[in-house]
């Protein structure tokens, strides 16, 4: 398999790694079990993400797409960041092979849930239907052989 | 940046010797062996020769070995030869293990959906089947039994002979697709009771795409390819005779330098092994350890992917492989782990590193120094590690490494 030139950038010097003790909002999505778990740390200020850190256990991929995520959202307004679909992290990435989209996937839903959890921390009323994960990116399904 | 090749179980560097024992027979035996002039009498002698070798080689016959395309096309041939004929006498039934090679497995699952039961043995957690549990599951229609020599992923080495031994005694035919045992540990067909056996060429220093069968005389052999009269009329087509040659001299090679590599390579593998499972924290090697194959190294590291693994160890030149989903190109890891009983989550944390007697001792230092750095890297952003550790001081009151 072979990965682009801006995934691996990304695998081998990923931005944003770590936690926010501080953090307003946390997302994890995945599991273990699959194989890719991602964990997205967001701080806000005034409704614009002013900083974001990840954590993830996973694929090369899973790593450069929670990278490449964090970058698309950092110092964004929340309005925007919601926006951010995986095809455009795909496309950021300069593609991904057929087998590892479901990375990108899980990593705009581990975008999605950080801001659902600040959102239920802060009390705001948000519309469910645009976040949380439903298992369709199949990431989550065990496929038999 | 110097490359540390250390896949020898995918394949391996073809030996200098055997390239120019190629090299010399694709100049000279242009000849087509079924021709009846000196030429291709020449080329037809050359070819009795090596499979003569070979035979000398595994403790056979020359006229029971069969050259195939390597050993995937082995185990198809064995496997389908033995279903079919079994079926004749009424027996449908066949006995495997859940952590033979693909080559195997989807051949016999092919069979299934063909109306064969197939049982498969379950492994220890040492990665080795019990003689005991082939005994139970043999029947009265179970038509033959297929058991790997050594496993690829993890190394361990079957009890071959004695299961030979329960077969003979049985009356069942006994397959052993021994890719990876054969040039590597000292194999005897005819002491291991063994009915047929698959073998590969590119595993011991050969070329690829090439390998052979040994068909013990008496069992049936069905045809695997009709046309000429090439193989003893059962695989048709004008012989890779340059490979053919190169698969003889390659293994002549490896038997004749067998105790002497064998020593060497343990002796780097449990190096290595002590090494990494000292300064790793977590880490756990799969299969036993000491009845596994001289090269074969296989760690689980908790809390992190194979596939990331990997790569990271390939920016540092160091070519290994992993039995991660991501690497098999499923959402499941190594179905050989699976069978070990290890959870997802750790079979998802695999590597395999296979040495062989052209890696040095400065190599493996480098790798035990390079590896446990990659690993302490991909846990300090790992959730699963964050939350092992989390897990591990509730428990403990001292903290781990
Ligand atoms: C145990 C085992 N069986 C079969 C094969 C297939 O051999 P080949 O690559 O020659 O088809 C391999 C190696 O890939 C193997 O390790």
């Known amino acids: ?145 | 940046m110097k490359l540390i090749y250390v896949d020898n179980a995918a394949t391996t560097a073809m030996s200098g010797a055997v390239i120019g024992a190629m090299e010399k027979s694709m100049r000279e035996d242009y000849g087509n062996p079924s021709s009846l002039h000196s030429m291709g009498q020449r080329s037809a002698e050359r070819v009795r020769a090596a499979r003569e070798t070979i035979a000398k080689r595994l403790g056979c016959r020359s006229n029971e070995i069969y050259f195939t395309s390597g050993g995937t096309e082995a185990d198809n041939w064995a496997i389908r030869s033995c279903a079919k004929n079994g079926e004749k006498r009424g027996k449908r039934h066949i006995i495997s293990t859940k952590f033979e090679h693909h080559a195997v497995l989807h051949t016999l699952q092919a069979l299934e959906k063909e109306g064969f039961e197939v049982t498969y043995i379950d492994v220890n957690e040492n990665g080795i089947v019990k003689v005991g549990d082939v005994e139970k599951a043999i029947r009265g229609d179970t038509a033959f039994v297929t058991i790997m020599y050594a496993n690829n992923e993890i190394g361990t080495i079957q009890p071959i002979a004695e299961i030979g031994r329960l077969c003979r005694e049985n009356g069942v035919v006994f397959h052993t697709d021994a890719v990876q045992a054969v040039g590597h540990i000292d194999i005897n067909v005819e002491k291991e009771n063994i009915d047929m056996l698959s073998f590969s060429s590119h595993k011991f220093h050969g070329p690829k795409g090439i390998g052979g069968l040994y068909c013990r005389k008496g069992i049936i052999l069905n045809n695997m390819i009709f046309g000429g009269a090439q193989e003893r009329n059962k695989r048709a087509g004008t012989e890779n005779v340059p490979q053919i040659i190169g698969t003889a001299a390659a293994l002549d090679e490896a038997c004749s330098g067998l105790e002497k590599n064998a020593a060497y390579v343990t002796a780097l593998r449990d190096r290595l092994i002590d090494s990494i499972l000292s300064s790793v924290p977590r880490s756990r090697l799969n299969g036993d350890r000491e009845n596994r194959l001289p090269g074969n190294i296989s760690f689980c590291f908790e809390g992190i992917e194979g596939e990331s693994l990997l790569l990271m160890l390939d920016l540092k030149g160091i070519c290994a492989s992993s039995g991660s989903a991501c690497t098999s190109g499923s959402l499941d890891p190594s179905h050989v782990l699976l069978a070990l009983g290890l959870p997802h989550e750790i079979a998802h944390g695999s590597l395999r590193i296979s040495l062989s007697e052209n890696n040095t001792s400065q190599e493996v230092d480098f790798i035990a120094e390079i590896l446990p750095q990659i690993v302490s890297k991909l846990r300090e952003m790992s959730p699963v590690w964050e939350k092992i550790q989390i897990g591990e001081k509730e428990v403990n009151t001292y903290a781990i490494q």
């Open chain 1, 1 to 145: 398999m072979l990965y682009s030139k801006e995934v691996m950038d990304h695998f081998t010097n990923p931005r944003n790694v770590g936690k926010l003790e501080d953090a307003d909002g946390v997302g994890e999505v995945g599991n273990a079990k699959c194989g890719d778990i991602m964990k997205i740390y967001i701080k806000v200020d005034n409704e614009i993400i002013s900083d974001v850190k990840f954590n993830t256990f996973g694929c090369a991929s899973a790593i450069a797409t929670s990278s490449m995520a964090t970058e698309m959202i950092k110092g964004k307004p929340i309005e925007e960041a919601l926006k951010l679909t995986n095809k455009a992290v795909v496309e950021a990435l300069n593609g991904l092979p057929p087998a590892k989209i479901h990375c990108s996937v899980l990593a705009e839903e581990a975008v999605k849930a950080a801001v659902a959890n600040y959102y239920s921390k802060n009390s705001i009323e948000y519309d469910k239907e645009l976040f949380g994960c439903d298992g369709c990116c199949g990431s989550c399904k065990i496929a038999g052989e």
